[in-house]
C-alpha cells in the first residue's frame, strides 16, 4: 500500500469545523463581492496542503503576508516555509494573506470587508502577529494597503493592545529604516528559529496576562538581541543630512542587532508539504532549495552578502525533499533552488541522482544556475536527458573584461564565448545572457561591448551547432547599490544616463547586419530602479514619501502597469520639502567612509571594514577568489557566527533510497478478467 | 549536432475509459475551468492514476472535459473522461481522485465507459438560480413572460467580438418552486451561504432546463433575457448552480424540471 492514494494530511473534516467560534470568517461578506472582479479565485484559498486550526485551540495567531498579488506571492518559498513551521506548532496557527488588486479593494472599502487571510478568511486585525516577507522594496505600499483594509493604524505609535505586531522579514528588511514608522519589528535573516522564538515570547505574555502591554513584549523581544524594535532606536541628523548617530533609548536594548542563521538545513526539511494553489501562480512548479548563502562574492550582489555562510542540505535530504514533495503536491516539474546551485559539493551526484530515479517518468527538473562555464552546461544536458533543450541562461553581468573585474564576477570573454557555442552544440537552441547596466565605473565603452560578446557568441554559436536559427537574448537589468554589499557606498546611476546608455546598446546590436536578427535586447527604462534605489538606501525619513505616495494611489509598484513614476516623485517633493535631503542625495551621492549609513546599527555578520576593503579593490578592479575554494578572505561571517563553511561531498549516495513505487497499483480492479 | 526528435516512447495502451462526474461546490466555484484542468491532472498524479499519455515533446494524459460550468457558477453536474492503461476499480478511482482534490471540487461517481457519444448525450442542463431579493411572484411573472415570448436576442462578448443570439429559444422549461419547499442549497461551503435569513424571505429559486446550442445559452444569458422581458433585475449577485446535465426526456411537459433530464451514465453502467 503505498500513501499517495491516501494524502491524509489535508483533512477536510479539519475545514468543516475550524470556523465555528470566536473569529468568525468574512467569506459570506466578501463572497458577495467575487462575482465582480476579475479572477476570484486567488481569493478564495483552498489550497492543496492549506492548513486551518480552531482559533481557540492555540496560543498565538499569525498572519503571515507577501505583499504582492496572490499568483506572486503563493508560491513563495520564505512564507510556505514559515507558514509549516508555525502550524507544526501546536499551541500556533498561521494563516496567509495576499495584495488584493484595486478593483476588489474599492469594494472592500465600499462594502467594508476587511483585509482577510485566505485560509480562514479570518480578518487581519484579529492575529497576534503580522509578519510580511519582503523580497523587494517595491511592496511597501502594498503592506499600507493591507494594513489600512484591516483597520490598523498605519503607524506603530498608533497601535495599542488590540492590535498585531507588525512584523517585517525578507531581504529588504536588513534596511527597514524607510518603514520603521510602519513596522513594530523587524528579523534580519533566516525565518524559521525567528518567528518560533517571537511565538514563545508571545504566549509567554499572554499567559501571563499581558504585563506591560505593547510595550513589554516588544521589549522582551528586544532583549533578545535578534528582533529589531526600530521605535527603541532615536535617529539623529547633521546639519547636512547625515546621519550623526542611532542609539538604543530603552536599557536592556541592544547597540547592535544580529541577524538569524539556521545552521542545519537538513534538520528543517521544510516545506514538506509545499502549498499547490488551484489558480494559476508564477511557478507551476515545486521547489526544493539545496544550500544557502554563496561564497562568490558578486560585490552587487545583496543577496550572495547577507545569506552567508554557504550552508548546504545533503544530496540525501534533497532526494527525500523531491520525492515527499512531488507525492503531496502532483507538480509535474521540480526546481533545484538556491542562489548559484551548479555550486553545491555534491550538485553531480543530486543531478545524476535524480535524473535517473525519474527517468521514464513525466517528472522535470530543472535547476536556475546561471553560471558560466562548462559544468552548468553538463548539469542542464543531464537534467534534459529526455526532454526539450529550449533555453539556458548565463550571467556574466558585465559586458567588458574590466567590469567584470569590477564587480568580481571572475569569467574571461574567451570563457564566455566558448561555454555558450558549447551550449549551442549540445542542441540548445536559446541562450539568454544576463548584463547589468550603470555598474560603478562604468562607461559607455563597457556597455557597447555587450553588443560585440553576442555577436562574438552568435557567430560561434552557428559554427558549434552547424545551424543558423540559433538565438541569443541580452536582457538588461538597471543596477541599485543595495546595503551590506561592497557598493553601499556606491553613486548609482541616473535613469537618463541609463535609458542613453542603453539606447545606443540597442542601435549597435540593431545595426549589425550580419548577426542582429539572432540577437534579441531586452531592458527595462531606469526610472523604476530610482525609487527602488532610494527605498533600499533610505533612511526614516523615506517613510514619509511612501505614505504620501500611497495615499495619492500608489499600489503593486514591482507592476510596470501600475508603477507611477511621476507619482513618486510628487510625494517625495512633498514629503522632503524643508529637509537638506532629496532622492539624488539618497540615490546619485557616493558615500564615505566615515558616514553612518541608516543600516549600520544591523548586523548582517559582515565587518564594514571588510566591505570597504572590498569597494576599493572594486574601483581598482581586483578580483577576489571564491572563498570556498581558496583561502578565506576574511569577510567576518563565519568568525563572528562561529560558524564553519559547511561544503564537502558526504560521501552519501541516493541509492539508499525506496524503489519509486509503481503506478496505480491499489486502483486496480481486483475482479477484472 | 542534428535537430533533437521527439523521443518515441514504450506508451502503454490505452485498456480502459472511466467517465467521471463531479461537483463544483462552495467557494471553489470561483475556479475557471483551465484551474480545474490543472487541479484535475494534479491529482491524477497524486492518487498514482496509470494515465495514458500522448506522444511528443510534451506527453499529456489523455483526458476529455465536457462542457464545463461558467467560473463563479457552481455545479453538482460537471463531466470528464480519462483514459488509462489498467482495467481499474472506478469506486477506487473515485475515492482516491476526491481525497486527492481539495475539497469543494469534489468526484461524485466514476464508471467505466461502455458506450461512445457520451458528449452527444449531454442534451441539456438543469441550472438553479438563487435570486435574493426577488419574491417568488415577481420570479414567476418573469419566468411566465419569458416563456410567453418566441425569441428573446441578447448580446455577449465572446473571443470572436460581440454575438448576438436568442436565450429564449433553447429554454425548454422553467419553475419557480414555492419556498414551502426548500431548495437543495447544493452542497453548501463550509462558510455557510452566501445569503442571511432575511434574505432568503425573499429568495426566489428559479430552476431552468436549457438545451445545449451553439453559441451555448448560459444562465447569464436567460438573466438578460429575464430583463429584457420582465425588467427582472436582482438586487445582489445571483447564485447559479448546474444541478445536472444529460438526455432531455421526449415530452417535458407535464414533468418537474429536475425531472426533464436524465441519467448520461444510464447506459455505461448497463
Ligand atoms: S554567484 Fe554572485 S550574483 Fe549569484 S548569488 Fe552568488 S554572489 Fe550573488
Redesign the interface.
Known amino acids: 500500500m503505498t500513501a499517495s492514494i491516501l494524502p491524509g494530511e489535508t483533512s477536510s473534516a479539519l475545514l468543516v469545523n475550524a470556523l465555528s467560534d470566536d473569529v468568525q470568517s468574512v467569506f459570506p461578506e466578501l463572497e458577495r463581492l467575487l462575482p465582480l472582479v476579475s479572477k476570484p479565485v486567488q481569493y478564495v484559498g483552498g489550497e492543496l496542503n492549506a492548513v486551518i486550526k480552531p482559533w481557540n485551540d492555540v496560543a498565538v495567531h499569525w498572519a503571515l503576508m507577501y505583499p504582492d498579488a496572490y499568483e506572486v506571492g503563493v508560491p513563495n518559498q520564505g512564507v510556505q516555509i514559515l507558514y509549516e513551521v508555525l502550524n507544526e506548532r501546536e499551541d500556533v496557527l498561521a494563516e496567509r494573506t495576499y495584495a488584493v488588486w484595486p478593483d476588489l479593494e474599492k469594494l472592500m472599502r465600499e462594502a467594508g470587508v476587511p483585509q482577510f487571510t485566505v485560509d480562514g478568511h479570518r480578518p487581519l486585525g484579529a492575529f497576534d502577529l503580522f509578519g510580511l516577507s519582503f523580497a523587494t522594496e517595491l511592496g511597501y505600499t502594498n503592506m499600507l494597503t493591507a494594513l489600512d483594509l484591516a483597520g490598523i493604524p498605519l503607524h506603530a505609535a498608533d497601535r495599542d493592545e488590540r492590535h498585531p505586531l507588525v512584523i517585517a522579514g525578507g531581504h529588504a528588511a536588513f534596511n527597514p529604516e524607510p518603514i520603521a514608522d510602519f513596522i513594530d519589528a523587524a528579523v534580519l535573516g533566516d525565518g524559521e528559529q525567528a518567528v518560533l522564538l517571537i511565538s514563545n515570547v508571545t504566549r509567554d505574555w499572554k499567559a501571563e496576562g499581558r504585563p506591560g502591554g505593547r510595550e513589554e513584549l516588544l521589549l522582551r523581544l528586544a532583549r533578545t538581541g535578534s528582533v529589531y524594535i526600530p521605535s527603541f532606536y532615536d535617529v539623529e541628523y547633521l546639519p547636512d543630512g547625515r546621519i550623526r548617530r542611532v542609539a538604543p533609548n530603552k536599557p536592556g536594548v541592544p547597540w547592535r542587532v544580529s541577524k538569524h542563521t539556521l545552521m542545519d538545513l537538513d534538520e528543517w526539511p521544510y516545506p514538506k508539504a509545499p502549498l499547490v494553489p488551484l489558480a494559476e501562480s508564477v511557478h507551476e512548479r515545486m521547489s526544493v532549495e539545496i544550500f544557502r548563502g554563496c561564497t562568490r562574492g558578486c560585490r552587487f550582489c545583496q543577496a550572495g552578502m547577507i545569506t552567508r555562510p554557504v550552508r548546504e542540505r545533503s544530496a540525501e535530504t534533497v532526494a527525500k525533499m523531491v520525492d515527499a514533495g512531488l507525492e503531496k503536491t502532483g507538480y509535474e516539474e521540480v526546481g533545484l533552488l538556491s542562489l548559484s546551485s551548479a555550486d553545491h559539493s555534491e550538485i553531480g551526484l543530486i543531478a545524476k541522482g535524480l535524473a535517473d530515479r525519474y527517468e521514464g517518468t513525466e517528472t522535470g527538473l530543472s535547476l536556475p544556475s546561471t553560471r558560466v562555464d562548462a559544468f552548468n552546461i553538463d548539469l542542464a544536458n543531464e537534467l534534459t536527458r529526455n526532454g526539450r533543450r529550449s533555453g539556458l541562461t548565463f550571467a556574466p553581468e558585465g559586458g567588458s573584461e574590466r567590469m567584470r573585474r569590477v564587480i568580481n564576477k571572475m569569467v574571461t570573454e574567451e570563457d564566455l564565448i566558448r561555454t555558450v557555442a558549447t551550449a549551442y552544440g549540445n542542441g540548445w537552441r536559446q541562450v539568454k545572457l544576463y548584463f547589468m547596466c550603470g555598474l560603478p565605473t562604468e562607461t559607455d565603452e563597457d556597455v557597447l561591448q555587450i553588443a560585440e560578446v553576442a555577436r562574438r557568441v552568435i557567430e560561434t554559436g552557428r559554427k558549434a551547432s552547424g545551424r543558423k536559427d540559433i538565438r541569443c537574448t541580452v536582457s538588461i537589468g538597471g543596477f541599485i547599490p543595495k546595503p551590506h554589499t561592497p557598493f553601499q557606498w556606491a553613486s548609482q546611476l541616473d535613469h537618463e544616463s541609463t535609458d542613453a546608455r542603453l539606447r545606443k546598446l540597442r542601435d549597435a546590436i540593431r545595426n549589425d547586419r550580419e548577426y542582429g536578427k539572432s540577437i534579441g535586447f531586452r531592458y527595462h527604462d531606469g526610472k523604476p530602479g530610482v525609487v527602488e534605489g532610494l527605498l533600499s538606501r533610505g533612511d526614516r525619513r523615506v517613510g514619509a514619501i511612501i505614505e504620501r505616495v500611497w495615499s495619492a494611489g500608489a499600489r503593486f509598484d514591482g507592476w510596470s502597469e501600475h508603477f507611477n513614476f511621476e507619482a513618486w516623485m510628487l510625494a517625495a517633493e512633498g514629503a522632503l520639502e524643508g529637509h537638506v535631503v532629496d532622492v539624488d542625495w539618497y540615490t546619485l551621492r557616493e558615500r564615505e567612509y566615515t558616514e553612518v549609513l541608516p543600516w549600520d546599527h544591523l548586523d548582517s555578520g559582515l565587518d564594514k571594514d571588510w566591505l570597504w576593503e572590498d569597494w576599493q579593490d572594486a574601483v581598482e578592479e581586483v578580483a577576489v577568489e571564491d572563498c570556498r575554494w581558496t583561502p578565506c578572505f576574511d569577510c567576518g561571517v563565519c568568525g563572528q557566527m562561529d560558524t564553519e563553511i559547511q561544503v564537502g561531498p558526504t560521501g552519501a549516495t541516493l541509492l539508499g533510497m525506496p524503489a519509486l513505487p509503481s503506478r496505480g497499483g491499489d486502483l486496480v480492479a481486483e475482479t477484472s478478467s | ?1 542534428s ?2 526528435q521527439a ?1 518515441v516512447r514504450d506508451v502503454a495502451p490505452t485498456v480502459q475509459r472511466l467517465r467521471l462526474r463531479y461537483a463544483k461546490r462552495g ?2 466555484r ?3 475551468h ?3 484542468q ?2 484535475f ?10 494515465m495514458a ?1 500522448s506522444q511528443g ?3 499529456h494524459p489523455r483526458v476529455s472535459y465536457a462542457n464545463s460550468a461558467p ?2 457558477t457552481a455545479s453538482e453536474a460537471e463531466y470528464v473522461e480519462i483514459a ?1 492503461t ?5 469506486e ?2 473515485r ?2 481522485l476526491d ?2 482534490l ?3 471540487l469534489d468526484v461524485i461517481e466514476v464508471v467505466s465507459s461502455k458506450t461512445s457519444d457520451f458528449i452527444e448525450r449531454l442534451e441539456a442542463s438543469v441550472w438553479e438560480l438563487e435570486l435574493p431579493g426577488v419574491s417568488v411572484k415577481t420570479a414567476r411573472s418573469a419566468a411566465e413572460a419569458l416563456m410567453a415570448a418566441e425569441e428573446v436576442m441578447v448580446e455577449r462578448l465572446t473571443k470572436n467580438g460581440i454575438r448576438t443570439f436568442d436565450a429564449r429559444g433553447p429554454v425548454v422549461a422553467v419553475e419557480v418552486p414555492l419556498p414551502a419547499t426548500p431548495a437543495d442549497p447544493g452542497g453548501d ?6 445569503h ?1 435569513p432575511e434574505e432568503m424571505a425573499d429568495c426566489a429559486i428559479m430552476r431552468l432546463v436549457v438545451r445545449h446550442v451553439t453559441p451555448s445559452v448560459r444562465p447569464d444569458d436567460v438573466l438578460v433575457a429575464l430583463r429584457h422581458v420582465a425588467n427582472l433585475v436582482p438586487p ?2 445571483v447564485r447559479v448552480t448546474r444541478l445536472a446535465q444529460g438526455p432531455l426526456v421526449a415530452d417535458v411537459s407535464g414533468q418537474t424540471v429536475l425531472n426533464a433530464v436524465t441519467d448520461p451514465f444510464a447506459a455505461d453502467r448497463g
Open positions: 549536432m535537430p533533437r523521443p467557494r471553489l470561483f475556479s475557471s483551465r484551474d480545474f490543472r487541479a491532472e494534479r491529482a491524477l498524479r497524486r492518487a498514482g492514476v496509470p499519455y515533446f510534451n506527453p467560473t463563479g488509462v489498467a482495467m481499474l476499480d472506478p477506487k478511482v475515492l482516491a481525497t486527492a481539495p475539497p469543494g461551503s463550509p462558510e455557510g451561504g452566501i442571511s445582489v449577485p
